[in-house]
């Protein structure tokens, strides 16, 4: 998400500092993995899953100057920069979703584990919501669903994150993508890695 928060190692609060350098580290791999995005998109889709992630994160980097200690206006500016750069549908998801964790966050300085928690829930429920999805249906919202889950038996986000991302992706080998133009490839999907979820995991790996 795809501007989704990824935690870092022992970094156990969410706050300015902490949020920056996530971001940060997010467009770097936003990056290396253009090409691979738009591959993974270009099998099933418009092929511009890359162009979506790098423009929407390279614009929210742009505007890191303008934070707050306020992590609710924050995650509003990265809504409106994500937005700005991504006219996708798939951009729009992730604005809406950063927009609707803003509202959350609202004068909120650090977000502890449960804000985090609520963050995971609030992407997955837009998504789902706006996007017209299911868990099951193979989509980056069964890797958030999994995040969430993982999230909820354990504190130590040391890998969390990447493993869970991975296993997310196991999970539905060998299964169909059953929503947007996905579904007009059929079987042939079954063979494939949802785009979404697949770039959420390789986002994921610098953590």
């Not at 100057?65 to 996708?88: H, L, T, W």
């Not at 995971?120 to 193979?138: Q, S, V």
């Not at 997310?168 to 063979?191: C, D, H, P, S, W």
């Amino acid at each position: 998400m795809l501007q989704v928060i990824v935690l870092f190692g022992q970094i156990k609060m969410l706050n300015k500092k902490n949020f920056i350098f996530i971001l940060e580290k997010l467009f770097e791999q936003s990056k290396v993995c253009y090409d691979e995005f738009n591959s993974a998109d270009g099998k099933i889709g418009d092929g511009d899953l890359g162009i979506t992630i790098l423009h929407g994160l390279e614009e929210i980097n742009k505007n890191i100057d303008s934070f707050s200690e306020d992590m609710g206006e924050n995650f509003k500016i990265c809504s409106k920069a994500f937005v700005k750069r991504s006219g996708s549908s798939f951009g729009t998801l992730i604005a809406f979703s950063l927009m609707n964790i803003a509202k959350n966050l609202n004068n909120k300085k650090e977000c502890n584990h449960e804000d985090i928690i609520v963050i995971f829930k609030t992407a997955l429920n837009t998504i789902m919501e706006r996007g017209k999805t299911n868990i099951g249906d193979k989509t980056i919202a069964d890797t958030l669903n999994l995040f969430i889950q993982k999230l909820e038996e354990n504190k130590n986000y040391s890998e969390l994150f990447k493993l869970a991302s991975k296993e997310a992706l196991q999970n539905f080998k060998g299964k169909q993508i059953l929503v947007g133009r996905a579904r007009m490839f059929n079987e042939k999907t079954k063979e494939l890695d949802d785009p979404g979820m697949y770039a959420l995991s390789k986002l994921s790996e610098i953590f």
